[in-house]
């Protein structure tokens, strides 16, 4: 490439400059501090068009980490001046990366656009895996270019879904159905793969490809899809059509998530007279008892007790126990533990609730061998084992070692040199996607090496997760950092929290991935959101204009802290009620106290009908454990932490007759917890 004088000048003129800029970086602690800023430059140069200069700024950037980044851009920014060829070319030069894929699929996407079919069949990479969408678009291509045996082999496999086919798949699915391929048993096939995954609407599109007598049970179907009630009165048997069995099922389990009392007696009148298999009249009663014992339902245990083994699963007989917790049943929850599998009765959980159940009906001592082992882990019903026994906490911290070689590998990793330089030029989402580009291929050590690289670079988040994916678990450092503690700390002081309840919230909430939205809207470190922010800014001391405010981790941790302040306000000082409510919200937690008794707070969180929720409580108060380890506190136990769960008016007397019974002066020293992290210095301590 040629350039003029006054271009190399003014390149010269800006190396100068940028040289200046950074005199004093050293090169073992940041290697492109002086690239970055020509990255930057060149990446504005191309954003406005000036190419000339994007070119003199990019010829200068030859193995700098970012590099395939502005050519990523420069192919993107026009895919229809692009060379093919220096699209291939990349494609296959930085396979390695998260662009790869990316620019693969646009100009794939391009390629079907612009209807250059030759060119997309030129294009297409037989080793890669296409979307349904490019698989469809290749085989019209081939329509297109005369292929046509090529492009309607194995359309079975793109016709039979339960789901609507993407609009790219229409020419090849009708030229298939012109050439006959479409069977009276392939029709029939999806119209029952649509009833299935509830698409209603398509099922009713479907049935104009139905023959005569399957479009009659077609309608069947749709009009017990629409009002499941009516199973109860059908003139048919579960014999009378290959799918006749299906719709009836799927009809009984519907009617149970409508109308639970409905369904049971429509059971026990019709269910013999339908002549169901046993296996499809096992789901029902699968179904019926686990919405039986979701609402905690006196007749639960009976119904339950009345059922073959065959009907239950992991998930009814985990259900069977809480029925017969929440009725004191301790005898059936033992009778329903015994009958688990193996691997999952081995859990610290139920080791617990057995030994919990041997406790109420011998004693201590009986129990002990099955604290003992859930004691072992170092989880919410491992803590509560260690209670019950009155050892201390198993926290178990062994520093993840890795050695010296291992980490200068990981450094020379050209994926972490690109996550590097993003996450210095706060690019975090595209960081991520590197992330989840690179860890898919990386072994054990490498992933260890990884985790400490991030936690170094205080890319809380994927230290997190990358300690997972290694199964690093005794590493408590590595994976309960304390990121953010300043402002988590400082907000749970001025709200006269638990420092160490405020930051296993935001572990449990974000892993301290702070620049994100939820799935459900949520913001921030401590998940806040936009309709909660709003509305307690000003109670938060904080001015809240846009969800980017929101956003701003100082912001929101004020905001975190602040909501559960609120909420232990409005449930009496329950700590446990109150992490429930900021996951459930607070009306839903009201809905779940019980109406006219106390309840032990291990039953109460274990009979939480909201897996999420159940979950949700078991992280947090572990995580509290370990987090009052990592501020240095004093860890209270669980059994100074949870009180007993009464009706809503009960809540704060249930708390001070707790806090009172306490031996020693335990109820003073939670109360206090505050004041133990690191920094606090307020006179009330």
Not at 209 to 216: G, H, K, P, T
Not at 616 to 633: C, D, N, P
Request: aromatic letters at 10%.
């Amino acid at each position: 490439m040629r350039l003029s004088r006054s271009v190399l000048a003014g390149l010269a003129a800006l190396l100068l400059a940028l040289a200046a800029a950074f005199p004093a970086v050293a090169a073992e602690d940041d290697l492109y501090v002086f690239e970055r800023s020509l990255f930057l430059l060149a990446e504005r140069a191309l954003n406005r068009g000036d190419m000339t200069a994007y070119r003199a700024a990019r010829s200068t950037l030859t193995g700098y980490p970012l590099t395939p980044y502005l050519d990523y851009r420069e192919l993107a920014r026009n895919l229809s001046r692009a060379d093919p060829d220096a699209v291939q070319d990349f494609v296959r030069e930085h396979a390695d990366t998260p662009l790869s894929p990316r620019l693969y699929s646009s100009y794939l996407s391009h390629l079907a656009d612009e209807e250059r079919w030759s060119a997309y069949l030129d294009f297409v990479d037989d080793d890669r895996p296409l979307s349904v969408t490019q698989d469809c678009q290749r085989r019209k291509a081939l329509l297109e270019t005369g292929e046509r045996e090529a492009a309607l082999d194995d359309m079975e496999s793109i016709w039979l879904h339960g789901q609507s086919r993407p609009s790219a798949c229409d020419a090849a699915l009708s030229a298939w159905r012109d050439a006959g391929g479409l069977t009276d048993e392939l029709a029939w096939d999806r119209f029952a793969l649509a009833m299935e995954a509830g698409q209603t609407g398509l099922a009713r599109y479907l049935r104009r490809y139905l023959d005569s007598r399957d479009r009659d049970w077609g309608e069947r179907w749709l009009n017990l899809a629409e009002r499941p009630a009516r199973v109860a009165d059908v003139d048919f048997r579960a014999g009378d059509h290959r799918a006749a069995e299906t719709m009836l099922e799927h009809a009984f389990i519907r009617w149970v998530r409508q109308d639970l009392d409905a369904a049971l007696e429509g059971w026990e009148q019709s269910g013999d007279r339908l002549e169901l298999a046993s296996e499809s009249a096992g789901r029902v009663q699968h179904a019926l008892a686990l919405r039986l014992a979701l609402r905690y339902r006196p007749e639960a245990l009976d119904f339950m007790a009345a059922l073959d083994p065959e009907v239950f699963d992991t998930q009814l007989r985990q259900w069977q126990v809480r029925a017969a917790l929440y009725e004191r049943d301790w005898e059936t929850v033992m009778d329903a533990i015994r009958v688990m599998d193996r691997d999952v009765r081995d859990e610290a959980n139920w080791q617990y609730w057995y030994g919990r159940a041997l406790e109420q009906t011998e004693s201590l001592e009986a129990a002990r061998r099955f604290y003992e082992r859930a004691a072992q882990e170092r989880n919410f019903h491992g803590f509560l084992a260690a209670d019950r026994l009155g050892q201390p906490y198993r926290i178990g911290h062994q520093p993840l070692i890795v050695a010296d070689d291992r980490q200068a590998s990981i450094r020379e990793h050209a994926g972490m040199q690109r996550m590097r330089e993003l996450v210095r030029l706060d690019r975090n989402a595209e960081a991520r996607r590197e992330w989840t580009h690179a860890v898919a291929n990386m072994e054990i050590s490498e992933l260890e090496a990884a985790a400490l690289a991030f936690a170094d670079w205080g890319w809380h988040d994927r230290a997190i997760f990358t300690a997972a994916r290694a199964r690093a678990w005794d590493d408590i450092e590595l994976r309960f950092p304390l990121a953010f503690d300043d402002l988590i700390v400082a907000g749970a002081r001025e709200q006269a929290i638990d420092p160490a309840w405020a930051m296993a919230i935001a572990r449990q909430e974000s892993a301290f991935l702070y620049d994100v939205r939820s799935g459900a809207g949520a913001l921030g470190v401590m998940q806040v959101m936009p309709a909660t922010g709003r509305s307690i800014a000003s109670a938060a001391g904080v001015r809240v204009n846009s969800d980017w405010d929101i956003l701003d981790p100082a912001t929101n941790a004020r905001l975190g802290t602040y909501y559960l302040r609120r909420n232990l306000d409005r449930f009496g000082g329950h700590s446990m009620l109150s992490s429930a409510a900021y996951n459930a919200g607070a009306h839903r937690v009201r809905s779940w106290l019980p109406e006219d008794r106390a309840m032990d707070p291990d039953i109460w969180a274990e009979l939480i009908p909201f897996s999420e929720t159940r979950d949700y409580i078991r992280r947090v108060f572990a995580y509290r454990i370990l987090y009052a380890v990592r501020l240095g506190q004093e860890p209270p136990s669980l059994a100074t932490l949870l009180y007993p769960v009464t009706p809503e008016s009960r809540l704060a007397a249930s708390r001070e007759q707790h806090l009172a019974a306490l031996p020693g002066d335990a109820g003073v020293t939670l109360s206090r917890a505050f004041c133990d992290a690191p920094g606090y210095t307020d006179n009330a301590c």
